[in-house]
């Protein structure tokens, strides 16, 4: 059981480069999210999804793009990486269609130079 | 939006010894109360969860109780072990697809 399966596991980016972070699941969830973690700041949500074709924002959507084309994957894209952007992202599933009872992967982490 | 304070920040027991985590939310429209544990490197795991109708949950060593007048629940850790070390997150919510609004965190600290 692989559950929540993230990629990379480190990254190093310069200022305005792009890049998506991968993000699968094998448990057939349809609810998905991601979350970036900051020193002091608890993790806050960036996007989410509740099924496939459907996304929505979060608290910290910008800078961000995602899209839901399939159940299993759900990627992140950093469209022009800036260094605000520094941070430990997860990727999160749920059995319910909403946030509860979330598995978590076991994130990226991503610096911007 | 949903203020979420958790205390204490950090916390040092000794092993064998009972641990306390107090999460105060603002939302009185809250309705389910999960607490997370996260190991060092690691993503995030659901240790336990409550819901508004229920006062209290055991599961083995750990339990959740909530005081909803006072809008404030609590993990309690019983006979600590040196594996429970980790950073815990609470993140009540009220509800709905977005997302959970998580505490800061409290380090807990084992001591052999």
């Known amino acids: 059981n692989a559950g929540v399966t993230q990629t990379p596991k480190f990254q190093v980016l310069k200022t305005g480069q792009s890049m998506t972070l991968q993000c699968a699941q094998d448990?057939?969830?349809?609810?998905m999210s991601w979350y970036r973690q900051d020193p002091g700041m608890g993790l806050r949500l960036i996007h989410y999804?509740?099924?496939?074709?459907?996304?929505d924002q979060g608290e910290v959507p910008n800078g961000y793009n995602v899209s839901r084309s399939t159940t299993e994957d759900f990627p992140l894209r950093l469209l022009s990486a800036a260094p605000s952007q520094t941070s430990v992202y997860f990727c999160?599933?749920?059995?319910?269609?909403?946030?509860?009872?979330?598995?978590f992967g076991s994130g990226t982490q991503l610096s911007v130079l | 939006g949903e203020n979420v304070e958790q205390h204490p920040s950090t916390l040092s027991v000794q092993e064998g010894d009972s641990a306390v985590i107090k999460c105060t939310y603002s939302?009185?429209?809250?309705?389910?109360f999960p607490w997370y544990k996260q190991e060092l490197g690691k993503g995030p795991q659901l240790i336990i969860d409550?819901?508004?109708?229920?006062g209290e949950k055991k599961d083995q060593r750990i339990a959740v109780t909530l005081n909803k007048t006072a809008k404030h629940f609590s993990l309690h850790i019983t006979e600590t072990q040196p594996e429970d070390s980790a950073v815990y997150f609470c993140?009540?919510?009220?509800?709905?697809?977005?997302?959970?609004?998580f505490g800061k965190g409290t380090h807990l600290i084992i001591q052999p």
């Open positions: 999160a599933s749920s059995p319910q269609p909403s946030n509860e009872k979330l598995f």
């Open positions: 448990m057939n969830h349809e609810y």
């Open positions: 999804s509740v099924g496939a074709g459907i996304t």
């Open positions: 939302d009185s429209a809250s309705n389910y």
């Open positions: 409550i819901r508004s109708n229920v």
């Open positions: 993140a009540p919510d009220g509800g709905g697809a977005d997302g959970l609004t």
